[in-house]
């Protein structure tokens, strides 16, 4: 189809516009696998092992920002879902909620970046749905993907395994994502400005599972930041967590919007990072597993589990302690 | 970054407070004890994010301020605002705003109930909300300190040469100095010497603190808001407490002239007037607001509509007030972290990201959040 052409209300209606959106927009991209021949349900061989299953929605505004689009978000957040779980990513649903005067260049823009996310997470896209909503009833594109994985038998992951001097890893910059798209979503034109971290973490967890016993938990930091995920892991229990901020990996360009909005990088959203909990012996290992891979080439240790009963606990430049909560409310900005 | 970086220097902070805990030890020989008042919401928050507050010695206090303009801000201007989108306005506002308690409600119930209350971040945007909305009228609800009024005020040139006529300003407009100077003569504040504003201080100029500090006799340190503005800050006003002295001393001279900033002084004499200001907690200072002159009452949101702002009520346990002056810690206030949090503000100290109490509870480790009347 021509760039110029927009979404109808009857792409959704069940007739010939809609065959054709399917035909001409779907069906090349992920046609070979499952989807072929468009049954109502993807057939699936059974492994015969347990399964981890997970389903996430993504309404990201803009739709296409700095290092990615909701096409390729919304394959890394279910992706890394899975991997989290101690699963390995295999199958993927994807249903679109298209509004009314959607462009069909951005649409297929979207759905390319599907398509290669998908291939480079190593899933298929093996059933789907498009829905057509009239135009102000939605914000372009909605994207909802479902996943299913194979649970990895090396891992145990739970949070009652977490001990006092375990380390807590991360495979690289936080909060470039919710600074990406917050710098987009204000019109601030940047040269060199953050860019998203959208991407996969599983290889990284696929990487570590010769030390599955060590591993005591992970986590993507998403909505919240470091500091939600952090502190979920030692709220109401005997443990708590101290980070250095000196050893916080920032990107400059995510820094720097951060000062300017007055946002606490902790509480700003990643979209390509894992936070990982093991026992201190291995953490070398892992780090070193870890930056053997593009993905993980920025790894660190964030901080150590303490015995600071419920609380993250952040040890700031100038050698002062100050909590980090749980962010509230909206982010808003400085008014003075 | 590195500009920024070069003022949290972790090395440099650890000599400063190495000097700081020298300063306390030679203060405490003498018996005394410091008590210094950071004016600005900004730097409790830095105080705050930095931990600044347990590196200082024993003798050494610091005392947030009444430097939060959403916080000092009188329940019933809230009222006016709810009223006034009760009578079709479209409420314009800063985001802080919108949860700060009125008598009986807040702009976000007004809002859930059908009101309608826009959150803008620029000041222009009420003026193209009046465009674009010719047949409704917009009232901003102008707020804030010295170093918002002029951008603010500003917009009702942008009006006027654009003939936008559907557009006032809700104004509450506070001034630092006769705050500064009602606090200095309330005795039952403690109060040793200030730590001034950074910005606010741009606008006004280091020359604007001169007055107070000979009259009162209390040194007054104007500092940036990084982590070592503020040790050195500190440290300053300790050298000065240790000689007796009390100067204005400008060590945020980067940004801050003597004079101020003419361009922006100008801009507010132009279009306010000095009023007499009802502060939340402290009550009314003589001439410590600004409000527009008779020429441009057509933009003033309480002549156009006849609705005055008088005077609100505010929850009955809330101490706002008292944080707002100092006398009292936000965690020796019975409300605090328990019926009001972030989530549930009780007071606009809660509320505003850089009120005090929303300080307190978002950085203050929990055995450090005890604390007492002063």
């Known amino acids: ?336 | 970054m590195n500009y920024i970086d070069e003022f949290r220097n972790p090395e440099v902070a650890a000599q400063f407070v190495r000097l700081i805990a020298g300063q306390g030890r030679t203060l405490a020989a003498q018996g005394l004890r410091v008590h210094i008042m950071e004016v600005c919401g900004s730097h409790t928050m830095a105080i705050g994010r930095y931990g600044i507050r347990q590196l200082l010695p024993e003798n050494v206090e610091l005392i947030s301020g009444p430097g939060c303009p959403v916080c000092v801000t009188d329940p019933g201007y809230i009222d006016t605002a709810i009223a006034l989108a009760g009578r079709g306005a479209i409420i314009a506002t800063f985001g802080d705003m919108i949860r700060v308690p009125g008598s009986d409600s807040d702009l976000t119930a007004c809002r859930s109930a059908g009101g309608d209350v826009r959150v803008c971040y620029s000041p222009s945007a009420a003026v193209e909300l009046a465009q674009s909305h010719p047949d409704r009228e917009v009232v901003f609800l102008a707020i804030g300190f010295e170093t918002t009024i002029a951008p603010v005020v500003s917009i009702v040139g942008e009006a006027l040469s654009a003939e936008v006529r559907n557009l006032s300003l809700l104004t509450a407009f506070k001034l630092v100095p006769p705050a500064l100077s009602a606090l200095l003569a309330d005795t039952e504040i403690k109060i040793d010497a200030f730590l001034c504003p950074a910005h606010v201080s741009a606008i006004i100029g280091s020359r604007a603190y001169e007055p107070y500090a000979a009259k009162y006799h209390v040194p007054c340190v104007i500092a940036g808001f990084e982590p070592l503005d503020i040790l050195y800050g500190v440290h300053g006003i300790l050298g000065q407490v240790l000689k007796n002295e009390a100067r204005v001393e400008n060590q945020y001279a980067r940004v801050v002239r003597p004079e101020g900033n003419p361009l922006a002084q100008a801009r507010i004499a132009k279009y306010l007037d000095p009023v007499d200001a009802v502060w939340r907690g402290i009550g009314v200072i003589p001439a410590s607001g600004l409000g527009l002159k008779p020429a441009f009452a057509a933009y003033d949101s309480e002549k156009k509509f006849g609705l005055p702002v008088r005077p609100g009520r505010q929850h009955a346990g809330c101490r706002c007030g008292d944080v707002i002056k100092g006398k009292l810690r936000p965690t020796a206030c019975a409300l605090f972290a328990k019926v009001c949090t972030p989530d549930h503000p009780v007071g606009p100290c809660m509320v505003s990201a850089e009120g005090t109490c929303a300080a307190y509870f978002k950085y203050n480790l929990p055995d450090e959040r005890q604390g007492g009347v002063k």
């Open chain 1, 1 to 336: 189809m021509s760039a110029d052409k927009v979404i109808q209300l009857a792409h959704g209606g069940g007739g010939r516009l809609t065959r054709e959106l399917i035909e001409q927009e779907i069906v090349p991209r992920f046609g070979n696998g499952p989807l072929r021949g468009l049954p109502d349900g993807a057939t699936l061989p059974s492994p015969g092992e347990r399964l981890v299953f997970t389903t996430d929605s993504f309404v990201v505004q803009p739709l296409e920002f700095p290092g990615g689009n909701i096409g390729d978000l919304a394959v890394h957040g279910t992706v890394n879902d899975l991997s989290v779980c101690g699963g390995q990513p295999k199958w993927l649903s994807l249903a679109l909620i298209l509004e009314e005067g959607l462009s069909f260049s951005v649409l297929g823009r979207v759905l390319d970046s599907v398509r290669a996310a998908a291939d480079a997470c190593g899933v298929t896209v093996a059933t789907g749905d498009t829905k057509v909503v009239a135009r102000g009833q939605g914000d372009g594109i909605y994207v909802n993907t479902a996943g299913i994985g194979l649970a990895l038998p090396e891992f145990t992951l739970g949070l009652e395994r977490i001990r006092e001097g375990d380390c807590v890893l991360v495979n690289g910059t936080l909060a470039d994502h919710g600074m990406a798209v917050l710098a987009a979503r204000q019109n601030m034109d940047f040269i060199n400005g953050p860019r998203s971290d959208t991407g996969t973490v599983h290889r990284l967890v696929m990487a570590v599972r010769e030390f599955g016993a060590a591993v005591r938990f992970m986590r993507d930091p998403t909505r919240g930041g470091a500091a939600a995920v952090l502190n979920e892991m030692v709220e109401g229990r005997e443990l708590g967590i101290l980070l250095k901020e000196r050893n916080l990996p920032l990107a400059p360009a995510t820094r720097a919007v951060a000062e300017m909005l007055g946002i606490d990088p902790l509480h700003a959203a990643s979209e390509g990072r894992l936070i990982l909990i093991c026992a201190s012996e291995v953490a070398p290992e892992i780090l070193k597993c870890w930056r053997a891979l593009p993905e993980g080439a920025g790894s660190v240790c964030l901080g150590t589990v303490t015995r600071d009963k419920g609380r993250v606990v952040l040890e700031t430049v100038t050698g002062g302690r100050r909590l980090v909560d749980v962010p509230r409310g909206e982010l808003l900005p400085r008014i003075c």
